[in-house]
Structures are given as C-alpha cells and as structure tokens.
T-cell receptor, first 114, second 114 residues
Framework: GAGVSQSPSNKVTEKGKDVELRCDPI?????LYWYRQSLGQGLEFLIY????????KSGLPSDRFSAERTGGSVSTLTIQRTQQEDSAVYLC????????????FGPGTRLTVT | AQSVTQLGSHVSVSEGALVLLRCNYS??????LFWYVQYPNQGLQLLLK??????LVKGINGFEAEFKKSETSFHLTKPSAHMSDAAEYFC????????????FGKGITLSVRP
C-alpha cells in the first residue's frame, strides 16, 4: 500500500517568507509525528498528533513554528518568517494505534532558506 | 529523560566483514529501542525494535541487536557486510512505547569497501 508522502520534496525560500510543508500519513494511522533533521542538531522531534489533537508540542523550536492536522489525516507544518537556521530536512512519520511502536517515515521535505 | 549515544560518526568495513554499530542509552524507565537506516535522499526505514520481549532481536537484511540492561547498550550487528549496507544508521529510544516520540542518536555512517 501507499506509504507516507510529503510535499514538496524540495523548497527554497527567501529569509522572512512563510512556508507550508505537507504530510499525508498512511491511511488509517491515527498518530502522526514531525521531526527535523539538520547537520548541526541531528534528528529532532517537533510535534506529535493523535487524531487531530497535538498532545505533545514540546519540540517546536519557536512560536514561528505551528502545525495542524485535519480530518485525522493530512498535516501541515507552517514556518513563519523563515530564518536561515530553519534550513533542514523535515520528516513526517505515522503509526497505528495498535501499539506496534513502529513509526513509518516519509521521504522528507528539504527546506533551504536563502 | 531518555537519551541515546552513538560513539563515532563513521565506520568503514570490508565487504564480508562483521558490522558492529554501537548504541548506548539512558532511560529512567524500561526503554523501547530501535535501529533505523537511512539511504541517501530517503526517509528512515526500521531495521529492528526491542519492546521488552526477547533481548536478542532480529531485523531485516540480516541485522540483529542485543539488549543488555546491565550495560545500557543496544548494539547493532551483521555477520557479513554487503555493499548495499552502506547507509546512515540511527539508534533511537521511545519515551513510553506505543505512539510516543523517538529520541535519536547522532547517527553513524557505514561505508563498505569492496
């Protein structure tokens, strides 16, 4: 079946612009996660959704970062007033609620802020 | 708080040689541990997971790992390296198990020499 998909695959934006990154989880997966992968910081957790609610937002680095999930499916990560330090690969993962513990990752969106 | 340590950033082995990638964890509660592999320009793929069942865990592509509580370790091994094993490997710990964020190590790049 279809895996986790993310769009766009690459995004180049100018400093100060807003960007939206999209994640389509595996159908039926209720849990959705956003992570960020950068050279300096490695892989970092950003936010976790269970259904449409986000019980854990502890990894969002600043109030410029926000995310939402609608219909228990698609999620959008928004970065406002982008900075050069936001340049990274943003990874989305999903998992089912049956306790398999496995998170399935998408290919990521590479964000470059110039 | 949980954390993962992967010593070194790069390991190089000859084709057919033993692969050993080290991972040590710190956790205040019984951990759930994972090894993920990332090929260039791709997302993360689960190799294997420890979820408090058997301490020797077998995964895909001939990899296995052993959970040693006394050493707080979860090292990844493969008896005979293949060229196709060249990738980046991440060890991760889950905070509470199912539907829980992952905390990753810094990752280790494995190179395989012909």
């Amino acid at each position: 079946g279809a895996g986790v998909s993310q769009s766009p695959s690459n995004k180049v934006t100018e400093k100060g612009k807003d960007v939206e990154l999209r994640c389509d989880p595996i159908s039926g997966h209720t849990a959705l996660y956003w992570y960020r992968q950068s050279l300096g910081q490695g892989l970092e957790f950003l936010i976790y959704f269970q259904g449409n609610s986000a019980p854990d937002k502890s990894g969002l680095p600043s109030d410029r970062f926000s995310a939402e999930r609608t219909g228990g499916s698609v999620s959008t990560l928004t970065i406002q007033r982008t900075q050069q330090e936001d340049s990274a690969v943003y990874l989305c993962a999903s998992s089912s609620e049956t306790g398999s513990y496995e998170q399935y990752f998408g290919p990521g969106t590479r964000l470059t802020v110039t | 708080a949980q954390s993962v340590t992967q010593l070194g950033s790069h390991v190089s082995v000859s084709e057919g040689a033993l692969v050993l990638l080290r991972c040590n964890y710190s956790s205040s509660v019984p951990p759930y541990l994972f090894w993920y592999v990332q090929y260039p320009n791709q997302g993360l793929q689960l190799l294997l997971k420890y979820t408090s069942a058997a301490t020797l865990v077998k995964g895909i592509n001939g990899f296995e790992a052993e959970f040693k509580k006394s050493e707080t370790s979860f090292h990844l091994t493969k008896p005979s390296a293949h060229m196709s094993d060249a990738a980046e490997y991440f060890c991760a710990v889950s905070h509470t198990g199912a539907n829980s964020k992952l905390t990753f190590g810094k990752g280790i790049t494995l190179s395989v020499r012909p």
